[in-house]
């Protein structure tokens, strides 16, 4: 018996987890700058990987300071995500404002232009 309760208790925990991560996601094509459409694929020109998208979610502590930040999702995936990890990371914010899963989405275009000519 004790080994069934476990069991669904598991079952359970886990359906938890991926409600909260569905709804980190929803939140995130809610959020103001999130792109129109993020099952779209990248443009398949040839600087698709000099643009794209990251959404995080973070926590804020009573001091300001950001913890627990987390890539929701990314477009495409895997190319800003440790930039934009970091960049929330280094974030503060104003102090006894307390907020859990809060969530920005980083919007990224590198400039692959040459350098004019001298």
């Not at 909260?20 to 129109?36: K, Q, V, Y």
């Not at 009573?62 to 627990?68: I, K």
């Not at 895997?78 to 404002?97: H, I, L």
């Amino acid at each position: 018996m004790h080994l069934r309760a476990l069991a669904l208790l598991t079952l359970l925990s886990g359906c938890a987890t991926t409600s909260h991560a569905d709804a980190l996601r929803a939140r995130c094509a809610n959020a103001t700058d999130a792109p129109p459409n993020q099952d779209a694929p990248p443009p398949s020109d040839s600087n698709a990987e000099d643009s794209g998208w990251v959404c995080v979610a973070f926590d804020i502590h009573l001091d300001g300071s950001v913890q627990n930040v987390r890539v929701v999702d990314s477009n495409p995936k895997g190319r800003f995500d440790e930039a934009s990890v970091r960049a929330v990371s280094k974030s503060r914010y104003a102090p006894n404002r307390p907020r859990r899963d809060a969530v920005v989405v980083l919007r990224y275009q590198l400039d692959t232009a040459e350098p004019d000519a001298p």
